[in-house]
Each structure stands twice: as C-alpha cells, then as structure tokens.
C-alpha cells in the first residue's frame, strides 16, 4: 500500500511537471463564504485553473455545518476530493480510519518541514512522522476591531486593554453607538472565541494551558476565572437587541459602517474591512488580545485530501496541495484573506499593518497560545459555545453556576 | 416487504440504542461503557433544557391548534361565502417550508428589522416588540410560528371529519331544540373522533420533529433558550460525537415506545374482557 503511494506520488510529481496536457476536477468542500473570504478562495481557484486542472468549488456556509457535510460524505462512500478544517483534532478520527490521502512524499520533495513554520501550525498536519494535510494559512483569533470613528463620536481613546473599554462602553452607549458588536449564530462560536480570547487576555498564557490542556479543575474553578466570568457578564450589557442570531460578518459590518465601537474577532475580520475599501490605522484599529501584553491564539485552516481510487484525480489533488503552498499563492491568498502565510519566505509587500504587527509577535514562540481545538475535541467546543452563549444571552444565569458547569465541563473534556 | 421495511426500521433502533452505550466518536465501535452517555446527558444544561422546551413547545402549540383549529373549522362549516377562498388562505402556511415560515417571522420579530423597527418609524420609538430577542420569551415567538403554519391542516382534517357527518344527525338535534354550540361540542366532536385523533397524531409527530423552524428562526437561541431535542441529536452526530447523540435519540424514543407499550396493553385487557364476556 505504501509502496503504491510512493508511486503515485512519484508519477503524480512527474505528471504534474507537464500538466495542461492532462486535466483532472477537483472538488473541494470549505465554508468560505463572506465577501472578503470568497476573494481569497478565488486565488486558489484562479491558480489552480491556471495550471490546467479545474477547481470545483462547493462552499457550504458555516464551519459546524460544512465539515458536517464532509463527514456524511466520508462516512457514505463519497467523499470531496479535498476539504476544508480547522487544525486539530478535528479530522483525527479521517486519519485512523485510513481515509486520507498521505501528503508525505510530496512534503518531502518540497521540504514542507522545513518551509512551514511556526512549529505549532506545522505540528497540525504533521503528525507521527507523515503528512496528512496542507495548512493554508496561520489565523490569529484574539483581535479586538475598533471603529475610529465611533471612538472619535463619543470622544473617548481606542482601548488598550478590555477593562479599559468595559470601563468606557457607557460613553459609547451614550453616543448612541452599540458599544460591542456581537452575534449569536451557529450555536454560539462568535461568544465563544470572544470569551476565549478575553480568558487569555485576562489570564495568560500559562492559566490557559493549565485549564484546557492539563485539564486543571482547581484553577478552572479559581476566583480569577470568576473575575472573566463577571468581565463577560458585564460586556454582555453593551450588545444590541439584534445580536441573537447574527453571523460574524454582519456583526463585522456593524463597525465597518461605525455603526458599532469594537467587535472581537479573529484577524479573518480584517477581510470584510479591506473589502469595503477601509484603511487600517485611519478607519478602523486592531488590537492585539486586547491587551498590553499580547498573546496570540493561534487558528488557522488546513486542507485534507481524502483518498480516491482515480490516479488522475489523485495526481491533482497533490498538485493542488503543492499549489496551495506555493509562495504566490501564499501571498494572494493571505492578503486577501487577512491571515498571515504559513511560510517565511513569502513576499509580505501587500501585508497591512494589522498583519504586519501579526507577523512581529509571531516571531516569539513565547507570544503563541494555540486555540483550544488543538487540545480539545469538537464536542468539548460545543459544549463550551453552549455555557458561553447561555451565560451571554440568559442575565438570569449566575456567574457561580456558569463556573461550575465549565469546572465540570473542564472535567470531563476529552 | 413489509418485513424488510420493519426490519429496517428495528434494526435502525436497535442499532441506536447498543452505541447508545458505547463512546463511539465519528466510527462506530462497541466499546461499552455502560450509562455513561446518559449521565453526561443529563448533567448537560442544553439538554435538559432541549427537553423541557419540546414539552412546553408542544403542549402549547398542539393545545393552540387543536382547538384554533377546530374553532375554524365550525366557522367554515356554516356555509359562508367564500369558503373556497377562506380555506385555501388557512391552509397556505402548511405548504410553506418551515424554514421559510421561520425566516419570515424571525424577520418580524427581529427588533432592527421587523414590527419593532416599522412601528419606531412611525414616531412611537419607545415601542418595544422584540420576543426572540430574549432568552425569556423566544419560545413563545417559536409558539407563534408554529400555529401559523400547523392551524390551517388541523382545520382541513377537522373540517373534513364535521362534514362527513351524516346530515340527518343535524336534522334530529335540530328537532330536539339543541344549541348548535352544544351539537359541536357534544354530539359531533366525539363523532368524528377519527379525524381528531388523525389531526393530533399529526400535530404531534410535527412537534417531535422540530427542527428547521428553530433552526431557521432563533437557531436555537438567544443563548441556548430555544434548543430542541432533535437539535441536540444532529449537533452531536456532526460534532463526531455519535454515541452521545444516540443516548439523546433513545431518550427521544422512551416516550413514543411507553406509548406502544401501553397501547399493546390497553387491547390485551380488552381482548381478555371481550373473551371473559363471550
């Protein structure tokens, strides 16, 4: 069987030096759908086009919903020839099941080891010494969006730190701004990755790998994660009444039209601003964490090419890998997308500021926290989603009681 | 064929209740860990309140329907004009897809863009109608929504079953100087009990099912207040976490199989009756 790989790979290789002779369609399943998200998945289109193979586009709205789709594919005979994740562990399961197409004589051909950095992000796809899957792209999730404008409106600074701005939300409010821009959809990930990153804002990077990584209850359960608890609570007054069920680009949209003072969100946000022609540092500010002492969360999206018995379409499923990496790509695709390429060596001239900073706390290892999806799995992030959105929406629902139910979530999580 | 289908289908429960007792992920595998998934469950305050919502959900909205319903259909039974017309505008909402039932009345309860907003922009801007936006009321909107879409069939069937009652009934009531509201409630209504139970079962299965009006209205929400059962079911399987979604779909069944446990029972008894008396 390996053998046989190594084969196909090596052909594959070599048919993919002479492609344009030969055309193969490959069909890729991913949720990017927003405006700014489409611009950056027609450079992958538009350069795969280009090297004679045909990108079949299948864009499934949201992240829950698309790797659903995926999985019923999987599990029925008939999966997409590639598709779309979040790194971790969520296509752990595609990888025992023997359902993916191993990447590892390409990546070695290509030196992917030693390209792709920082080791976190490599560490995602890599796994026991073989290749399973191409990481496209590094997200940071911890950003806070300021409009300036609204800021300007009601007179009060850009915030450095969150309790800085839950201290001036009310000024906002009086301004008649919505003072956080938030929304509730998809069972509730948008409050979830905000109430992550204020964890980590709050805490540090040391409490956070305590908690989701070493499983410990005793700090889960301590008076500082109490503190988050109430710091969250509080925001939660500064929300709109239409905020229920809103997807994150709306809710984006809201302090791109300065309709809205500060949304957090992950650096993808930054896509829905250059989209409406916004500059950053004059329109709009992003704030790492935010905090004085950033750290970064570090997300991101990979790529799985799941097995197909067509040599043809597995010889363009590889070059389709290799095109995804290639610097160009790289740096069309991360521009227009806001993440920050996952190789060095890549021209970094069309890099905003909000990126360029990215990319300076990136070159600390000490800065990186990787999101809790490397540690935990999918069901442990529903579980969490659900208490975060619950707590938001539901004043009833005390802090003590929403600490203990993620004290025991912590508990149990696998 | 008939055994194939109930073969299917009993395998299909059987299967869901042993993985039930399983930690399968995204494969199936026997690996028994005994009550495990149902303590989870029930320590998970989406699922508790997923059940405790179908039930209110459910009383409220087949309580609302069956007598809407039944009040529509008298209304229709007294020959006015128009009946055609009244009747295909009852029963319109039926043929809409729930998601789109739900789109459109998450769009009028929605403050920033439906009543509240219109309403505000006629000059009253201290108006305030927002029911899904809060946690305390958005089933009550869900409510709403679904007795919209389920009174018109309920009145169809209703209708169907007071006409199929044989008119010389209405001649003798007339004769004996009965109140017409007392021959609906007392002589035709427990006449047509075929169409009312036809009318609740149907009711009922749409209840249990619940799940693209919410999905499409509050998505569950604000926060978790709207979750269904059958939500909870779908998220867990997509989450790859198959077991503990099949603990929650075996939970779902208890209710339908304690039916068809008391059913059998209730007609053994009345066989035994029947034979003691013969």
């Known amino acids: ?414 | 064929m008939s055994a194939t289908a109930i073969g299917v289908f009993v395998i299909c429960i059987v299967f869901t209740v042993i993985w039930s007792f399983t930690n399968s992920k995204l494969f199936p595998t026997f690996n028994f860990v005994g009550f495990w998934q149902y303590e989870r469950l029930w320590a998970t305050p989406k699922w508790v309140i997923s059940v405790a919502n179908i039930w209110f959900y459910g009383f409220c909205q087949i309580c609302a329907n069956m007598v809407a319903g039944f009040l529509l259909a008298v209304f229709l039974d007294q020959r006015i004009r128009q009946e055609d017309l009244l009747r295909t505008v009852f029963l319109y909402p039926f043929a809409l897809s729930a998601v789109i039932t739900g789109l459109v009345w998450q769009w009028m309860m929605d403050p920033g863009l439906g009543i509240q907003s219109a309403v505000r922009n006629l000059g009253f801007t201290d108006f305030h109608f927002a029911p899904i936006a809060n946690a305390g009321t958005a089933i009550y909107g869900l409510v709403v929504a679904g007795i919209w879409n389920g009174v018109g069939v309920t009145m169809a069937i209703l209708l169907a079953g007071l006409r199929g009652v044989d008119e010389e009934i209405w001649k003798a009531t007339k004769i004996d100087g009965i109140p017409t509201w007392r021959v609906y409630l007392f002589v035709m209504l427990p006449m047509m009990r075929g169409a009312v139970a036809t009318a609740l079962i149907l009711q009922t299965v749409g209840v249990v099912r619940t799940f693209d009006l919410v999905i499409a209205m509050t998505g569950g929400g604000p926060g978790i207040a709207t979750q269904m059962p059958a939500i909870y079911v779908i998220e867990n399987i997509n989450a790859r976490n198959v077991a503990h979604g099949m603990a929650a779909a075996t939970c779902m069944l208890l209710p339908v199989a304690l039916v068809i446990v008391l059913q059998v029972i209730f007609r053994l008894r009345a066989r035994r009756r029947a034979d003691r008396a013969a």
């Not at chain 1, 002479?18 to 998200?37: C, L, N």
């Not at chain 1, 045909?54 to 590639?82: C, S």
């Not at chain 1, 957090?264 to 950053?280: P, Q, T």
């Not at chain 1, 905003?352 to 000490?366: F, H, N």
């Open chain 1, 1 to 414: 069987m390996m053998k046989f790989a190594v084969a196909a790979a090596m052909t594959a290789a070599l048919l993919s030096s002479t492609a344009g002779v030969r055309a193969a369609d490959v069909e890729v399943i991913h949720w990017w759908t927003s405006g700014g998200e489409q611009a950056a998945v027609s450079v992958f289109a538009k350069e795969f086009d280009a090297t004679g193979d045909k990108w079949v586009d299948n864009a499934v709205a949201l992240g829950e919903t698309a790797r659903a789709t995926i999985m019923q594919r999987a599990l029925g005979g008939d999966p997409p020839d590639a598709a779309q994740f979040n790194p971790g562990r969520q296509y752990e399961e595609l990888i025992q099941g023997g359902l993916l197409l191993d990447l590892t004589p390409l990546a070695e051909k290509e030196h992917w080891a030693d390209i792709i950095r920082p080791d976190a992000t490599e560490s995602t796809c890599h796994i026991d010494g073989k290749w399973w899957c191409v990481p496209v792209n590094i997200h940071t999730n911890n950003w806070g969006w300021a409009s300036i404008a609204a800021f300007k409106k009601a007179g009060v600074e850009l915030p450095n730190t969150i309790d800085q701005f839950i201290a001036d939300a009310p000024k906002l409010k009086a301004a008649g701004i919505i003072p956080f821009a938030v929304g509730g959809d998809g069972g509730g990930w948008q409050i979830n990755l905000m109430a992550n990153d204020l964890m980590l804002a709050l805490l540090g990077k040391e409490k956070i790998e305590a908690i989701y990584r070493d499983k410990d209850v005793a700090e889960a359960g301590s008076p500082d994660v109490a503190k988050v608890f109430e710091s969250i609570r509080t925001l939660s007054q500064f929300s709109d009444e239409s905020s229920t069920n809103r997807n994150w680009n709306d809710t984006t949209a809201l302090v791109v039209n300065d309709q809205a003072g500060m949304q957090i969100m992950g650096d993808w946000a930054r896509g829905e601003f250059s989209l409406a022609g916004k500059k950053a540092g004059v329109d709009y500010a992003c704030l790492a964490g935010p905090s004085e002492k950033p750290y970064l969360r570090l997300g991101g999206d990979i790529f799985v090419f799941f097995k197909q018995s067509d040599p043809e379409v597995e010889r363009a499923q590889l070059s389709l890998a290799s095109t995804m990496l290639n610097p160009r790509t790289q740096a069309l695709f991360n521009a227009a997308k806001g993440s920050i390429p996952v190789r060095d060596d890549v021209d970094m001239s069309l890099a905003d500021s909000c990126m360029q900073k990215g990319i300076a706390l990136l070159k600390d290892e000490a800065n990186v926290v990787p999101d809790t999806n490397i540690w935990r799995n999918e069901a442990f992030g529903n579980a969490t989603n659900a208490l975060w959105t619950e707590f938001w929406f539901d004043q009833s629902k005390s802090v003590a009681d929403a600490q203990a139910q993620f004290v025991d979530l912590i508990k149990n999580a696998e």
